[in-house]
């Protein structure tokens, strides 16, 4: 069974570069057809997907955070890594990373709260 975990930093300062990392075991990132998401839940609104990596290292972002929104992967790791730049208080929200199978999210981390403040 696939299991995640995020860890990084609860707390960003406005304008810096927002790091998570999303440690899987159980399951290779590299093994098709699995897809690796980060999304996040700001405080009293819903779930927005962020964007993902599949298997063979093909990002795709969601369109409103593209422009500052990267995610990577170390295979000899088995991690995958979100960075969100230039973040204001409006990026606070829980971080979560999931396993995505055609848009079915079947396996989640705990989440990770993420507070942009200076």
Not at 10 to 16: E, I, Y
Not at 28 to 48: A, C, D, M, V
């Amino acid at each position: 069974q696939v299991q995640l975990q995020e860890s990084g930093p609860g707390l960003v300062k406005p304008s810096q570069t927002l790091s998570l990392t999303c440690t899987v075991s159980g399951g290779s990132i590299t093994t098709s057809p699995n897809t690796w998401s980060w999304i996040r839940q700001p405080p009293g609104k819903g779930l927005e997907w962020m964007g993902h990596i599949i298997y063979s290292g093909t990002t795709r972002y969601s369109p409103s955070l593209k422009s500052r929104t990267s995610i990577s992967a170390d295979t000899s790791k088995n991690q995958f890594t979100l960075q969100l730049s230039s973040v204001t208080p409006e990026d606070t929200a829980v971080y979560y990373c999931a396993r995505d199978i055609n848009w079915s999210f079947d396996s989640w981390g705990q989440g990770t709260q993420v507070t942009v403040s200076s």
